[in-house]
Nanobody, 125 residues
Framework: QVQLVDSGGGLVQAGGSLRLSCAASGGTFTTYAVGWFRQAPGKEREFVAAFRWSTGRSYYADSVKDRFTISRDNAKNTVYLQMNSLKPEDTAVYYC??????????????????WGQGTQVTVSS
């Protein structure tokens, strides 16, 4: 079974940047679709971005479009979420998720099978 380890969160000032990593073990991402979600205290888990490994195409929530970018490193079997121009409202626990490859971008948490533990991102003003 594939396991996901997400990391890279931290405390950053508004306007700053962070790069989150999602590394797979026990398998590779080459046959998977990958998603990023975030959840703030008392809030529902929110879709952030989706990525199809086979095509390299990404889809972003309107709230992060033009600020966040997904990329991959096949050799490291890792997916990254580059977050720029961070805002206090981006503060949340961020999770990477994966499922078997799909033809459509999936934006619902229950569309995904495997989940990382989450990494805290805190943006201060």
């Amino acid at each position: 079974q594939v396991q996901l380890v997400d990391s890279g969160g931290g405390l950053v000032q508004a306007g700053g940047s962070l790069r989150l990593s999602c590394a797979a073990s026990g398998g590779t991402f080459t046959t998977y679709a990958v998603g990023w979600f975030r959840q703030a205290p008392g809030k529902e888990r929110e879709f952030v971005a989706a990525f199809r490994w086979s095509t390299g195409r990404s889809y972003y929530a309107d709230s992060v479009k033009d600020r966040f970018t997904i990329s991959r490193d096949n050799a490291k079997n890792t997916v990254y979420l580059q977050m720029n121009s961070l805002k206090p409202e981006d503060t949340a626990v961020y999770y990477c998720a994966a499922r078997t490859e799909t033809r459509l971008f999936r934006t619902r948490a229950d569309d995904y099978t495997y989940w990382g533990q989450g990494t805290q991102v805190t943006v201060s003003s």
